[in-house]
């Protein structure tokens, strides 16, 4: 008897609460299929500036690999304007997103009038409509600038196709090259020139400003060089060499490693009073210090457990921890741009690769399949690593998007690519 | 009096406590949380299916499927009368075990439809790439008997805009739901007629 009142209790209770949820982990391994559509004219304006700039736009969004995209030839219309676009042919081929824009005038000064509109064909909506105004001898700014826009609409992040790449060429055994470029490779630029080896560029956070270090004299030594003069300084902090600088998120200070007698250890110099304060001081090899987004860590490597391993210091109480204790080769870590997470080069059995790791998780995450990855640099938004590793003796710019859906190789250069880094975002 | 009063109402109470523990265990497990909601995760269930199922679900019209269980239904009772007569067990034991039997086949029933339904929305969910978020959303359902995508409803969405534009996109990429047609009218009613899509970024990366 009360086996049946109670099971009748349990059925009609579970009849009247429950609702059935299933859970939703995994998403699709596809991409967003994007399409753009050459961008229209109004008549009496001269130029293919319209498909000049959607092929721009194009090549932008498929850079890192994170869209597919439509052939132009596949399309079965080319609308300009709102009014000529229908959902239904977007739809049956299977796009996500439409872009399409028309150049609605030139003024005598040369300067474009742009307008451009992005649809959800799944969702059926316009979810960003723009005009912009530029001139016409910077149709490659404005596509930036478009694509910048539309990124950030689809996926949340910041675009990012308006950020530079620094990094060193050695394109012969005497000769190496501090250089920088847009993120797609072009516009570059060569900042210094040496017989002796160049290393660990960094970015100062207003773009105006490189880091870096050289042993031109003999010793390594640390340079800032302004890039709009090309002027270089050395910073002659104290010590017998000084390497690894790297820039606090406010541009006042560099964290960078100090080595005094021959033991290197992680200091502050403060750029404007040129002021050593010391961070660490431990017999062990102490080095590769980066900032915490909100300048209160720093992590470093340092091989004082026998192993390199990483480790983060408060820069004020100076109270350390350790943060890595798989394998016995963890080193040049990063933090994520939330401050969230690290990346950093792990070692294991003769493999380096890159991975991350959660802060508040003790798992480490493998994310590149190669064997020699090195020096990883992240997006600005936070969504891509570029590293560089080596194919034989030749190395080459490697990059993956979080999701390990994307897996890319930076255009080849004229010799050996090494240490890139990634310029902060333009404000 | 009142001493015999507070002893009924312990033992009533005693009885309460008895017939909850009673039904933990009388009853298959399915899988019901603190909130009565039956979760379901797709990986194991792909392998429970390989097992449990040996052939593919139904797909034939529902008017021959009722048919097809009213003959199995009577088949059952013949079955249940005859073991009854046969070694003069307690009738009311057969018949929880047979209600047993029928909740387990249902619960196989409602874990095939979700898992299929599972893998379809995980095809189409192009996931946005948050590696630090922990992200939940909900989205309630109404679907029409022949699996057709009445409504749907973000009822719950999560902090991020982008995760959420996301499953709305996938959602409208979905019309129907035709596995519920492999079920029998009640079961649709009680579990496929309104039911949840929780959406989940663990916020690491995958």
Redesign the interface.
Known sequence: M??????L???V???I????????????D???KVAFVPFGIESGIEGNYGSQISKNIEKNMLLFGEFENLAVNEMLSYPSSENDFYYRDWKVLGV?YSVIGKINSVNALGNLNISYSLF?I???IKILEGEIVGREDNIEGISKIISNRIYEEI???RGIFDTKLAYVINSDADTYQMCISDIDGKNEQILFTSKAPIMSPDWSPDRKKIAYVSFENGLAEIFIQDLQSGERDSIQALGMTNSAPVWSPDGRSLALVVSFSGNPDIFLYSINNKRLIRLTNHYGIDTEPSWSPDSKKIIFTSDRSGSPQLYEINTKSKRKKRLTKDGNYNARGRY?P?G??IFFVHGNDGNFQIA?K?LS?RYI?T?TSTSLDESPTISPN??IIIYATKDGSNGYLGGI????KSRFSLPVKNGSVREPAWSPLLN | MNKALTSLNTFFLI?LF???I??MF??PN?D?DET???????YELIQQDDILFDSPAPTTPMKKETKKTSAINEKTNIDETAIISRFNINK?DVK?EI?KIKLSKEREG?LRV?AI??ER?????????S??ESLIA?VLINLAPSGEILNFNLIEPSS????N??I???M??MTFFEEVLSLERNLFE???R???????S?????
């Open positions: 009360i086996r049946s009142l109670s099971l209790f349990f059925l209770s579970n009849s609460f429950s609702i059935l949820e299933i859970e939703i982990l995994k998403g699709s596809n991409l967003s996500d959800n799944n969702r059926r996926t949340g992040l994520f939330d969230k997470s991350t959660k998780s995450e994310l936070g969504n998007t979080l999701d390990g | 009885l008895l017939s909850l009673f039904s009388s009853v399915l019901i009565q909601s039956i979760k379901v995760n797709f009311l929880n209600t409602v979700s339904i599972q929305i995980s095809s189409i969910w192009i996931k946005p790439n590696l630090s909900k991020n805009t982008s995760f534009e996301s709305l996109t996938a409208n990429k009680k579990n496929f309104n039911f949840n899509l929780v959406f989940k663990s916020g690491e990366i995958e």
